[in-house]
């Protein structure tokens, strides 16, 4: 997608050795392309074997509350990840790429 290599996924594992993950994908060819090297890190890092499948169930009807009416959520923080087809993710992403989001981003 954006022509990432393994030596900018490492980058900043080799530069700072105090990082809790250290690698990085640029892009979603990054996961084919080195997963030699990614797939055992996910599978350690997420507690899953090799062979364990995604799947994802959008039935809203299924949450189920746990918070106690004594004591309240006030706030919470959500952390959101992009990934358009296409597309280099943050750490590869080129600028012609970013100017792409940009676009397709002010068209939706």
């Not at 105090?18 to 055992?40: E, L, M, R, T």
């Amino acid at each position: 997608t954006s022509g990432f290599t393994l030596i900018q996924a490492i980058a900043c594992a080799v530069e700072f050795d105090n990082q809790h993950c250290g690698i990085y994908a640029g892009d979603w060819d990054s996961y084919k392309d080195f997963s030699p090297v990614f797939d055992p890190l996910i599978q350690e890092y997420h507690g899953i074997s090799a062979n364990s499948k995604h799947s994802s169930d959008m039935d809203t009807s299924k949450i189920k509350g746990n918070i106690k009416e004594e004591v309240p959520v006030h706030s919470c923080r959500i952390r959101v990840g992009r990934s358009i087809d296409g597309f280099g993710l943050s750490p590869g992403i080129t600028k012609e790429q970013r100017l792409g989001v940009e676009k397709l981003m002010k068209n939706a």
